[in-house]
């Protein structure tokens, strides 16, 4: 199998490592070879977040070279349009339907852009818009967005659906098992949002 | 391909591999990107005895103690981390190790999380000691291995040189029959003609190390890490570390010499290798450290004009010097992100206490010298007040210097409680003892929050999840002779203000104890609520001042004035926007 990138982006406590992580070992579960990349400098105090993963038979460079990300996940949509360059030709975009106003804008450093909605999309015309925050809420746990994520993330990527609950099964263990139930609910929502 | 692999991060391997190796003890202060090698250690401490030392020369120290004793030991720390531990590694090297010991240096190209970019190969290199440099996480995984026996055999400690995308990158990984157990310590026999190297011994030694270093260096030459993948002969192609997978993806159909044993030099094995090619090409990652060597031995490096000597490599650094050899691929696209959008930078979070400290000194106008941690975002706007940042614990020795120098007005020196612990306990007594009356803010959090919370001495706890006498630092300022000490909450701007201006403008020295957990740490992100009344708001921008996250631009109540509005999903209750509001504008609901 050629080699699959995967770009995830977003802000620092979203959860996107959690998601990379999942994605890395459901692509290590079937048998392929992965690398998976992460800077998380500051990242917890609210910076801009960037985390690679790539799988194929045979994966060498854990950085996925620029403009050649197959599909990329966008936590929040100004970090979607700062990152845009990842993207390959006709790759595909998974975007998170939520705007988080950097501390630049809402303490008036800097002006946010006026015109939003126009950027994104001229950079993202065939955008896979998910209410993961929303579908989240409905599944009665907030902290479950980025399961909403991963599973229209896994209707993306060509690996078995089991190969993800296997996954979640290994890292939700000991206390956090209990927190499995509401997971697989809020991964198979975020599945049907892209398969219908 | 076998099920058996895991995926682990470089850090996550080095640990699986030291306790596999039998490694007994395990020191460390943590700094990124190596902090997750003791934490991962401490998996295994029932085999391993792990610690976060206040700072990396004791870490190192204690590692050098227990390879005395004849255990194996590991030391881990960022590439400016062995700055600090230098000092006892160098004399070390001549002393040799017994219990195999590791150096684990985890170095920033790129800097990612630090102040500098420095190759610590070349450390390596001036202490005579061997280095391994892995390029994935099993390679760290079976070279800590390897460092431990190498270390043993040649009674030398041993490096093992990561950086950010080694540490921070996950790759599969066999752990093969994976059973930690402790190494059998080698028996303590005292023999001070080994371990005291005054000038008679020393000079000994001196020649000792010379003449294993040219027996390590045949070794390399013949290591299962140096290794020739075979290709067209056109171009050879020497590298390491992470270098290597990009040139994998690359230059793919090259032949390439694969260094994983880097130091001493694998002279022999080169020479032969640059024979069977018609040109030689080198690619590392920060210095010319292996490409200066091979023109050392009067090899011709293709030499070219792409710059790969600074910050960290990627394959489109090395797609444009492909494109300037061989012409055969186009440059790559530029990685820079579209400039009108606005920044994300990190900033310090809602509710932290190192916030009320900087937006008071800001206000009394002080010259303020800073150090390592969250804290040296109090430099950058809307609070500003910061003017210098060099190294762990510097903020002290710098103001004391300002002050000598005769700088006018007020200076303070700012750091964290861990920084202190780590290299501000002789900057305060140094000051003291001089009588330079230097104004020293520790900035208690009571964690060491920066590299993702780790304990230390003011924690009450180890690294090792057990209970720990806490130290308080007053008390530590107090037993030094410092006349002027006080702790304050750093939430209380009012008397912050009233302590720091009595400070700054006496004339002897003081310590001041801002205190405030760390409220990610403590988990006290939610303690409380804060809102703003509109009716009272007068859109006069004092509090954006402060520059939380969790304030927000509200009403235009003016031109270009806003009110401000506090995001609920943010707020941690922590008060300090009260106290600067002039007109009671703000208030705590819940």
């Known amino acids: ?196 | 391909m076998s099920t058996k692999k895991v995926l682990l991060s470089a850090n996550e391997a080095v640990a699986r591999g030291a306790a596999q190796a039998g490694c007994i003890v395990a020191s460390a202060y943590p700094g990124t990107p190596s902090t997750e090698i003791l934490e991962n250690i401490a998996k295994f401490k029932d085999t391993v005895k792990c610690e976060w030392a206040v700072n990396e020369k004791v870490a190192m120290e204690t590692a050098i103690g227990a390879s005395m004793a004849g255990a194996r030991s590991l030391t881990a720390m960022k590439h400016v981390g062995l700055n600090v531990a230098m000092d006892p590694l160098m004399t070390f090297t001549y002393v040799g190790a017994t219990g195999g010991m590791v150096v684990v240096t985890a170095d920033d190209p790129g800097m990612h999380s630090s102040q500098n970019e420095q190759d610590n190969r070349n450390i390596a290199k001036f202490a005579r000691a061997p280095m391994f440099e892995p390029s994935d996480s099993q390679e760290a995984y079976d070279m800590v291995q390897a460092a431990f026996e190498t270390s043993e055999k040649y009674r030398v400690p041993c490096f093992l040189r990561l950086t950010t995308r080694t540490s921070h990158s996950s790759s599969l990984v066999d752990l093969g029959e994976f059973h930690p157990a402790p190494h059998p310590v080698i028996p303590y026999v005292k023999d001070i003609t080994h371990t005291i190297p005054v000038p008679a011994f020393a000079r000994g030694q001196r020649l000792a190390a010379q003449k294993r270093e040219q027996e390590m260096a045949r070794a390399a030459s013949h290591s299962k890490f140096n290794r020739i993948e075979p290709g067209k002969k056109q171009v050879g192609i020497i590298t390491s570390g992470v270098a290597y997978q990009y040139v994998k993806e690359v230059f793919p159909e090259f032949t390439i010499l694969k260094l994983g044993w880097t130091n001493p030099f694998p002279a022999e094995l080169v020479k032969k290798f640059a024979k069977t090619v018609r040109h030689v090409l080198v690619v590392e990652e920060l210095d010319p450290f292996i490409e200066s060597q091979v023109r050392a031995l009067g090899i011709k490096v293709q030499s070219h004009k792409t710059e790969l000597n600074m910050l960290e490599l990627n394959p489109d650094r090395l797609q444009n010097l492909r494109h300037e050899l061989l012409k055969d691929v186009p440059k790559a696209k530029p990685t820079k992100p579209d400039p009108s959008l606005p920044t994300r930078p990190p900033v310090l979070c809602a509710g932290c206490g190192h916030r009320g400290v900087f937006y008071v000194l800001h206000k009394l106008g002080a010259t303020v010298t800073g150090d390592i941690g969250c804290y040296t975002l109090g430099a950058f706007p809307p609070l500003n007040a910061m003017d210098s940042t060099i190294c762990m614990g510097a903020s002290i020795g710098n103001a004391a210097g300002m002050r000598k120098a005769g700088l006018k007005g007020r200076i303070c020196a700012v750091l964290g409680d861990s920084t202190f612990f780590h290299s501000g306990l002789t900057g305060i007594l140094s000051a003291h003892y001089n009588g330079t009356p230097v104004t020293t803010v520790v900035l208690d959090n009571r964690i060491t929050a920066m590299t993702g919370h780790q304990d230390n001495p003011g924690t009450g706890k180890t690294l090792a999840g057990d209970p720990a006498p806490v130290t308080e630092i007053a008390a530590v300022a107090k037993a030094m002779g410092y006349k002027k000490v006080a702790t304050v909450s750093a939430d209380d701007l009012g008397e912050l203000e009233k302590v720091l201006k009595d400070a700054l403008d006496g004339d002897e020295g003081a310590v001041i104890i801002a205190y405030a957990p760390c409220r990610i740490a403590a988990k006290l992100t939610k303690e409380g609520l804060c809102a703003v009344d509109e009716k009272k708001c007068k859109a006069c921008g004092a509090c954006f001042k402060m520059g939380c996250p969790a304030m927000t631009r509200g009403k235009e109540a003016a031109p270009g004035r806003f009110q401000m509005k506090i995001d609920p999903s943010l707020c941690a209750g922590c008060k300090q926007c009260q106290q600067v509001c002039k007109f009671g504008a703000i208030t705590r609901v819940r």
């Open chain 1, 1 to 196: 199998m050629k080699t699959v990138n995967v770009s995830l982006v977003g802000v620092g406590g979203q959860g996107i490592l959690l998601t990379a992580n999942l994605l890395a070992d459901a692509a290590a579960l079937s048998g392929l070879d992965v690398k998976k990349s992460e800077i998380h400098g500051m990242a917890q105090r609210g910076g801009s977040v960037i985390s690679s993963v790539r799988f194929g038979d045979e994966v060498h460079s854990p950085i996925i070279p620029e403009g050649q990300s197959d599909v990329l996940v966008a936590f929040d949509r100004l970090e979607g349009l700062r990152w845009q360059g990842f993207l390959a030709k006709g790759g595909k975009v998974l975007m998170n339907n939520v705007d988080l106003v950097p501390v630049t804008v809402s303490s008036g450093l800097q002006q946010p852009v006026t015109d939003f909605e126009a950027r994104l999309a001229k950079a993202f015309p065939d955008v896979i818009l998910v209410d993961a925050a929303k579908i989240a809420d409905e599944v009665g746990n907030a902290r479950t967005m980025n399961m909403v994520i991963a599973g229209a993330l896994s209707a993306l990527v060509p690996f078995e659906e089991s190969k993800w609950i296997e996954a979640m099964e290994r890292m939700l263990t000991g206390p956090k098992a209990k927190l499995l139930p509401v997971n697989k609910e809020a991964f198979a929502r975020g599945r049907k949002v892209v398969l219908g």
